[in-house]
């Protein structure tokens, strides 16, 4: 996870730790929409098909909050 922004990183955090698009986007002052495209963003750089493997990563890392 090296090679992510650290917004990505940010989303990437709130993500394992179990928040919605939704609730990421309310924490971090954010549209939806702009959430969504980081986690797309994440996906792609990442080499991941889906938010549950997201998750997967992060915990595996130690990320989750």
Sequence with gaps: HERITDREYQVLVLIAGGK????????????VATVSTYRARLLEKMGLKSTAELIRYGLEHGLAE
Excluded at 20 to 31: D, F, V
């Design 20 to 31: 919605t698009l939704t609730q990421i986007a309310e924490a971090l002052n954010l549209g």
